[in-house]
């Protein structure tokens, strides 16, 4: 048995439904925080990723709690995560240099669904997530998943087998 | 695949199904970029103004403000005040007889406090100040829906400015009566 790995996809889905529900539930304090990022221009892309955004972490973080789908859900996590780390680093860059402050002083909220935090522990933090999504995609977490893929095919989809 | 498209179809149906969903067509942020000064401190008044002055907007300092709170045409309704911070923070507090107006959510109370403000001779809008463009943003709205130019301040200090000075404040619905729990 490997408690650990099922642990770290505990980990990782609740938070991200946690963190998904944050958001999801007070849409307008994050449209206005991604507007802040300055990556979109388009009305209707920025409300598309201010509205989906979290219920997208929300929906993943489920299917990860519930084993379901389990590689597919940790990929689209890492794939919001990747870009969404990188585009916080560049605005903590930008904000470094209007406070003229070590960049670890930088202190803000970057939607990520947990108020205002310094940029050092964020990119940290995101960073172990992102490497937990990873080790979920390389196969591991499969004890209690109630359908580990989608295929039929795989013979681990069963968690009998797992 | 799978999972990002049922996770899309999961996400747009969340977002359609919640009372607090945004509606994807509408620009909630018209008019020049003007992308919020990347600083913890509020900009100083005079950006506040320049930056309401260039949606063209009329701006007003915390001494009109209170002089139009206390003018008698403020009792007839003919000057109203217009709080756009949204529910939460102005159930905790607002000035005293403001409306609410959601802009993100215009359906509930626009139809309100429409005919007032067309009635009113002047209408100041306010949110919480400094870098908050929600009044600028709710006062374009009233002008779209019918509200003369002419009509419309924006108080830029806002909420906060307004609580600094120890001015009146009500709490819960307009005209509650009801002074906010600090103040007492």
């Given at each position: 048995m490997d408690f650990g790995s099922v642990a770290a996809r505990w980990l990782l889905g609740a938070l991200f439904v946690y963190t998904g529900l944050e958001k999801g539930l007070d849409p307008v304090s994050f449209l206005k925080l991604v507007r802040q990022y300055d990556i979109v221009q388009t009305p209707f892309l920025l409300n598309s990723i201010a509205a989906t955004l979290p219920w997208f972490e929300v929906f993943c973080g489920m299917l990860l709690l519930a084993g379901i789908a389990v590689r597919g859900a940790a990929l689209t996590l890492a794939g919001i995560l990747i870009p969404f780390t990188a585009v916080v680093w560049h605005r903590a860059l930008i904000l470094q240099a209007a406070r003229a402050i070590p960049f670890c002083a930088v202190k803000f909220?970057?939607?990520?669904?947990?108020?205002e935090v310094f940029i050092c522990g964020k990119l940290l933090e995101n960073a172990g997530l992102i490497l937990l999504a990873l080790w979920l995609l390389a196969?591991?977490?499969?004890?209690?998943?109630?359908?580990?893929?989608?295929?039929?095919?795989?013979?681990?989809?069963?968690p009998s087998q797992s | 695949m799978m999972v990002v498209a049922a996770a899309a179809g999961f996400a747009f149906a969340a977002n359609q199904l919640s009372?607090?969903?945004?509606?994807?067509?509408?620009?909630?942020?018209?008019?020049p970029a003007s992308h919020p000064a990347p600083s913890h401190k509020a900009p100083p008044l005079a950006e506040t103004d320049r930056r309401i002055k260039e949606k063209g907007l009329q701006p007003i300092d915390r001494a009109q403000a209170e002089r139009l709170f206390h003018d008698p045409r403020c009792q007839q309704g003919l000057v109203m005040f217009v709080d756009a911070r949204g529910e939460a923070p102005y159930a905790q507090a607002h000035i005293p007889g403001a409306y609410p107006l959601d802009r993100y959510h215009p359906e509930k109370d626009l139809a309100a406090d429409l005919t007032p403000c067309q009635n009113a001779d002047l209408v100041v809008v306010y949110c919480?100040?400094?870098?908050?463009e929600e009044a600028e943003y709710t006062a374009l709205l009233l002008r779209d829906a019918g509200v003369p130019a002419q009509k419309l301040f924006v108080y830029g200090g806002g909420f906060d400015d307004w609580s600094a000075g120890h001015l009146p404040l009500e709490q819960g619905?307009?005209?509650?009566?009801l002074a906010p729990v600090k103040n007492k």
């Open positions: 909220d970057c939607g990520c669904g947990t108020g196969g591991r977490g499969r004890q209690f998943a109630l359908r580990y893929s989608l295929s039929n095919s795989n013979p681990s989809s069963s | 009372p607090r969903g945004l509606n994807l067509a509408r620009d909630y942020f018209p008019g919480a100040g400094g870098d908050c619905e307009r005209n509650s009566g």
